[in-house]
């Protein structure tokens, strides 16, 4: 017999779950997984408290300010407030809470195991607020199997009144794209909820039950796309979630990898990295998503998840190639671009580089891993002048890029002025609608090193040098435009502009 949470109603077999009254929620981590998670389940309908030790944070959240460049988050916040509030005190959030999500960071060690002191912490500051109600623990952070075990045994060892019947620990893994959290999270693929304890699983059915039955009115600004029904739910073992979560990531990343290696040899046997993603990305067995290429993956899970999951294999002396291959592909992509540079540039020291683009990847301000900080840091030590620009990401670079030496630059144009180069290191549409023409003008000399592949006309007299781009012989040659929105392949238009792009040469 599976127990329904003493609050809520679930209707089963082919009736629509429906939650006739709302879960009291903590979410413990208020980060780029933790907020949109937060302000996601206030929306439907929830109330919830955001917790997080990071007082600047909680206050600035109180202030009805996110501390995070998420686009739409400060929307749905403000359609929330009502049913949200914000600490750092675990003994005001813990107690009443239902459900009790931990979404606190879990970063590489050094030996590229992640590092759950966050975890443990957390873990042991819920444990000791537990009111001795059924409770349901959740782990949303990114963890290794076996941390959901590790969890309850903290909960054993420093909850106050403990009963293991009655402190639930489920696996609930996250897939959210920064750049795109509210779509991923209101419209999302799969729910993947692992536990051993069904009570567990049916509390977070109810939880989810407006997700699951896609009953909740839509906010206007993310709209639910045309044919899409409801999201695919996956239960299973405590193990095989937190295992989900690890191999989605690394299956992302050698896919992505696997492009860049293919991108490679495109540059040189004359092929276009392009065309041959649209020709393999086209059979459903492939897909069309993760197969651009570019300056290799970034961010905060991709490096870190690959890493953990080789880490994980060795404590059991089991060894996994394939990944490690595509984290040594992502390596050498990276330095790519200096290696461009160098083609045209020779001799670095004393030259004036512009950056455009600081995230790891458009939409989002999150600077983790990005591409764009190694290729800085790579300038600095050859003895480049760099100028850097970004969007929104900015002012968070100026708290944690302190260590890297550049100029900002307001716009592009200021960016490029007397510049020997510029490199697109992030697909901002603001760079893509941008007429580079016009925008190249104060170039010292107009070299384009575009590791996003974002432009699709050569801008007048300048060097244009793309990632696996087919060189072309004739420059006035009509090739159809394969672009990517998000990394999907996007069909060509009728007319497309043509594609005048090289891998070393001055069209
Ligand atoms: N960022 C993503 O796109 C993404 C996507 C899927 C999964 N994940 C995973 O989700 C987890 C969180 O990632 P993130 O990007 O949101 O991290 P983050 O660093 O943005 O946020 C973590 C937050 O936890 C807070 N925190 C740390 N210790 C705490 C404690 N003891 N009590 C309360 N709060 C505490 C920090 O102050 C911070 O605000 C990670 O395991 C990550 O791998 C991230």
């Known amino acids: 017999m599976t127990q329904v949470p003493e609050n809520t109603q679930v209707m089963k077999g082919t009736q629509p779950l429906k939650v006739t009254q709302p879960l009291r929620v903590t979410v413990v981590g208020t980060g780029y997984v933790g907020l949109g998670t937060a302000i996601m389940l206030a929306y439907l309908g929830h109330s919830v408290v955001g917790l997080d030790v990071d007082q600047a944070k909680v206050e600035m959240l109180r202030s009805g300010e996110l501390p995070i460049y998420e686009p739409g988050l400060d929307q749905l916040l403000l359609d929330s407030r009502e049913r949200i509030e914000w600490t750092t005190e675990y003994e005001a959030a813990i107690p009443d809470a239902d459900v009790i999500f931990i979404c606190v960071g879990t970063p590489p060690n050094p030996d590229g195991s992640p590092n759950l002191k966050y975890v443990a912490q957390a873990a042991q500051s819920v444990a000791r607020n537990l009111n001795g109600k059924t409770q349901v623990i959740v782990n949303k952070s990114t963890v290794p199997v076996g941390t959901g075990d590790w969890v309850a045994r903290i909960l054993e060892e420093h909850a106050r009144d403990y009963h293991a019947n009655r402190y639930l620990v489920v696996s609930n893994p996250e897939f959210l794209r920064e750049g795109t959290a509210l779509y991923d999270s209101l419209y999302p693929d799969r729910i993947v909820l692992g536990s051993d304890r069904q009570e567990g699983i049916e509390r977070m059915k109810a939880l989810y039950a407006p997700l699951i039955d896609q009953s909740f009115t839509p906010p206007s600004y993310v709209p639910r796309p045309d044919g899409y029904t409801r999201p695919e739910l996956v239960v299973t073992a405590l193990s095989s979630a937190e295992m989900i979560k690890y191999a989605a990531n690394a299956f992302l990343a050698l ?144 708290r944690e890029w302190q260590h890297l030496q550049y100029q900002e630059a307001s716009s592009v144009q200021e960016a490029v002025r007397g510049a020997d180069a510029v490199i697109i290191a992030t697909e901002w549409d603001e760079y893509r609608a941008l007429d580079w023409n016009a925008a190249l003008g104060g170039m010292r000399q107009r070299l384009v090193i575009d590791t996003r592949n974002i432009l699709t006309v050569r801008p007048d007299g300048a060097v244009l040098e793309q990632i696996g781009k087919r060189q072309l012989v004739q420059a006035e040659a009509q090739v159809p435009e394969v672009r990517f929105s998000d990394g999907v392949l996007v069909a060509p238009a009728s007319g497309a502009d043509p594609l005048l792009s090289s891998a070393g040469t001055t069209l």
């Open 255 to 398: 896919k992505i990898s696997f492009a860049n290696e293919i991108a490679g040899l495109c540059e040189r046997v004359g092929a276009d990295i392009g065309e041959v993603a649209r020709g393999i990305g086209s059979d459903q067995r492939i897909g069309p998503r993760f197969l651009s290429a570019g300056a290799g993956w970034g961010g905060s899970c991709f490096g870190k998840d690959t890493s953990a999951l080789i880490s994980t294999g060795l404590e059991y002396g089991y060894s996994m190639p394939i990944l490690q291959a595509a984290i040594e592909v992502n390596t050498r992509q990276r330095s790519l671009i200096i290696s461009k540079l160098q083609t045209h540039l020779h001799r670095l020291k004393g030259k004036r580089v512009a950056v455009l683009g600081m995230a790891f990847k458009p939409n989002t301000d999150d600077l983790r891993d990005a591409p764009a900080h190694d290729t800085i840091a790579r300038l600095n030590e050859l003895g480049a002048t760099v100028v850097a620009h970004d969007p929104v990401a900015m002012p968070r670079a100026r």
